[in-house]
C-alpha cells in the first residue's frame, strides 16, 4: 500500500499545487489524508477495483431508490420503446441508449465484449451546423434514408523519443456525406467516462475561481479558463459546454436518440421521456462512483507528475460545497487530478466547437484511467478517442501543455514509465 512517504508528499504536492485552497484543509491531519486519498470518489463514491461496476453504493441515502430506477433508464432501448407503434427513439438518433455509447459504465463480465465506443461527428462548418443542428445523426427508423453516413479515416505516423524508443501516433479524420452524397465536414467527438460527475457539479465555485487565470498573472505559462458566473460553472462535454448533468442529460437524450424531453423541447411538445425518469436519470449519474486507487509502492512516478508540470492542470484534489447540502456527495475532499479549467491544448488537437476556442479543452480528469486501459484497452484517451494509450494522449498534448509534454519525452525511459504507472494508479 502506500507509504507515509508517498502520502506525506502527496499531501505537499497538494498544498503547493492548490495553494490558497490549502486552507479549505486545514484541520485535516495526515492520517485522515491518507485515508481519503484512497477514496478518490469521498467517502462514498469510490468502488473495489477487482470488481468493475460503477455505484450505487449509497443505497442508503437513496430511499426511493431512484438509482436503481435510473440505471434501468439508462440501459433502456428507447428504440424498442413505444408510444403506440411508434419508436421514442429518433425518427433520427446515431444510437438508441445511453449505455451504447457510454460503455464503461457496463458490469466487469460485460466489459470485455463491449464495442468500441462510438464516435459522434459534429457538422464544421456555420451553415452545415444551422442545416443540422448540433450533430449529425446515422440512423433514422422507417424506410428513411439516414440524415449522413460517416466514414472515418486513420492516419498515423511515427513518434521518436531522443531515447530512440518509437511509438505510432493515430489520428481519427472523419468525413460525412448526406443524402446526395456531398461532403459535409466533422469534427469527432468520443464518449467520455461518466463516473464521478455528481461529485464535481459539487465543487465549491471558489476553489475554481482560484484555478481559473485567463490572463496567467501567475506567470507559470498556464491560463486555464473557468466558463460560467460565480455559481454556475460549465464542467460538462469536452469543452465546458454543460452546467448541469441535468441539462447534458437532456441534450444527450435529443441529441444522440431523439427523445424528447420538457427540457428542450418548446411548446406544445410531448414529454418521451417523464420528467421523473429524467430525475431518476440524472441521479443515477450524478452517483456514479469512482474506481478505487491501486496500489504503488514507488514514489518516483508521483514527484515526476510534479517537476513535469502535469499537476498545473491535473490538480489533485477538489473539494465538493458542504454548506446546506445533506447528500452524501457533499463535503467531501475528492480527486479527480483536474481543475476542470479550459486550456489551449495546442494546434495538433485544436478543432472549434462550444463556447471554447479551438484549441481549448477540458482537463481531462485522470481518476479511474489506468482501470480504463485494463479493462477497456479498445476506448481510447482525448476527446476523438485517438490515443490508445495512456501514453499516447501525453504525446499529443501542446499548446499551454508542450512544456510538460517536453519534460516527459526528456525523461529516460523508466522515468517515463514510472510517471505512467503512476497515471494508471490513479
Ligand atoms: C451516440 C453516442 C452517445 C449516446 C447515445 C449518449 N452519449 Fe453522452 N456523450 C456522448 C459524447 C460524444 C459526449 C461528449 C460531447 C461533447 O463534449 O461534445 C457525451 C457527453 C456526456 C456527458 C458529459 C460527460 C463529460 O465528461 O462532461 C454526460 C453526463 C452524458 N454524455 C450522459 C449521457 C446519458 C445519460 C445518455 C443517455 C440519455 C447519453 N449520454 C447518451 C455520446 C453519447
Ligand atoms: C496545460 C494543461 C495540461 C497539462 C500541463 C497537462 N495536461 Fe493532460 N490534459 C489536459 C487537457 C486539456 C486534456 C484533454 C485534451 C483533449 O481531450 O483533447 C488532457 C488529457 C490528458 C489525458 C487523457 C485523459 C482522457 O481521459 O482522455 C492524460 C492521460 C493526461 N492528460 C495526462 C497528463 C500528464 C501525465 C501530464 C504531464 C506530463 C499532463 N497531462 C499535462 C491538460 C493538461
Redesign the pocket.
Known sequence: MFSNRVVVVTFLALVTCIGGSAVALQGVGNDEIVKQLLRPGGQYLTFDTNRYESGPLVEAFDPEQRFAAGKAVFYRDWLTTTSGDVPLAGPDYDATSCAACHVETAAAEDLSTASFTPLIAKPATRAHLERFGPQLTTNRHGAAEPEASIEVLRVSWPFVYPDGQQRTLVRPVGRAFDRDGETVPVRLRAA??LFGWGLLERVDPEMLAFFHDPDDRDGNG?S?RLVGDGEHFAFLG?KNSHTSLRSQIAAALANDMGVTSRHNCGAGCSDEIEPAELDALTEYVRHLGVPDRRPLDELAGQHL?GT???V???VTVLRTRAAGDDSPLAGQLVWPYSDLM????GPA?AEPGGAADASE??????WG?GVVETHLPQRG???DGR?RT?EE??L??G???EP??R??VALTASEREA?LAY?RSL
Open positions: 467520455p467516462l498556464i486555464g469536452w507528475f513535469t508540470g502535469c498545473d492542470c491535473h479550459l486550456h489551449d491544448m488537437l479543452w477540458r482537463t481531462a480528469p485522470l484511467l484517451f482525448l476527446h490515443a495512456i494522449a501525453i499529443w498534448h499548446g499551454e501543455a510538460a509534454k519534460r516527459f510517471l497515471v
